[in-house]
């Protein structure tokens, strides 16, 4: 069980290029999520999915597209990456079933750099 | 508007001593209170939860107090520990079907523990 996983775990763009960040879990979550975590501003939901072909916006979601083919992939898009997106990205999930609801189990981040 | 306010920023304790760190919300839809810790270059891991229903709750050294009325929950973190220096969030979530799996998160505390 590896729970929740991230590729790459560090990556340098320059302005304008695109790249997708990967995720996956293998807990059979249904819940998906994708934050930004930057210097003294805790952690910000960018793009939110309940279920597969279900997403949602979160509180920063511009510059950033998601989709949600399978239970288990939830890949974050940078469209034309900007010096504002430099930050560390964790993807998170969590099961809808009864127990601790909303517990979310993080991946391990990806350091992204845009130059 | 910061629908979860987190204080303090910062905060040095002597080993042995008790951490103290405070959080604020104003959504009253919120149900779900989780505290996550974060080592550095790892993602955050539920720490302890609490829901509205009770005032306070107790794992081992950590324990959440709630106070519905004030709209405040707070990490209270017996006997620290040099190992206890991580940075911690509070959180809020809501768990109907829309909102679970989805919390906002306090700006975070970072704890040093002084040996």
């Known amino acids: 069980n590896a729970g929740v996983t991230q590729t790459p775990k560090f990556q340098v763009l320059k302005t304008g290029q695109s790249m997708t960040l990967q995720c996956a879990q293998d807990?059979?979550?249904?819940?998906m999520s994708w934050y930004r975590q930057d210097p003294g501003m805790g952690l910000r939901l960018i793009h939110y999915?309940?279920?597969?072909?279900?997403?949602d916006q979160g509180e920063v979601p511009n510059g950033y597209n998601v989709s949600r083919s399978t239970t288990e992939d939830f890949p974050l898009r940078l469209l034309s990456a900007a010096p504002s997106q430099t930050s560390v990205y964790f993807c998170?999930?969590?099961?809808?079933?009864?127990?601790?609801?909303?517990?979310?189990?993080f991946g391990p981040g990806t350091r992204l750099t845009v130059l | 508007q910061q629908q979860v306010k987190q204080s303090p920023q910062s905060l040095i304790v002597q080993k042995g001593g008790i951490s103290i760190i405070n959080c604020a919300y104003e959504?009253?839809?919120?149900?779900?209170f989780p505290w996550y810790q974060q080592f550095p270059g790892k993602g955050p891991a539920l720490l302890i939860a609490?829901?509205?229903?009770?005032s306070e709750k107790k794992e081992g050294r950590f324990t959440i107090s709630f106070n519905k009325s004030a709209k405040q929950f707070s990490l209270h973190i017996m006997d620290s520990q040099p190992g206890d220096s991580a940075t911690y969030f509070c959180?809020?979530?809501?768990?109907?079907?829309?909102?679970?799996?989805?919390?906002?998160f306090g700006d975070g505390t970072t704890l040093t523990v002084k040996p």
């Open positions: 609490i829901r509205p229903d009770v």
């Open positions: 999915s309940v279920g597969a072909g279900i997403t």
């Open positions: 998170a999930s969590s099961y809808s079933g009864r127990g601790p609801l909303g517990e979310q189990f």
């Open positions: 807990m059979n979550h249904e819940y």
């Open positions: 959180a809020a979530g809501s768990s109907d079907n829309t909102n679970a799996g989805k919390s906002t």
């Open positions: 959504n009253t839809a919120f149900d779900y």
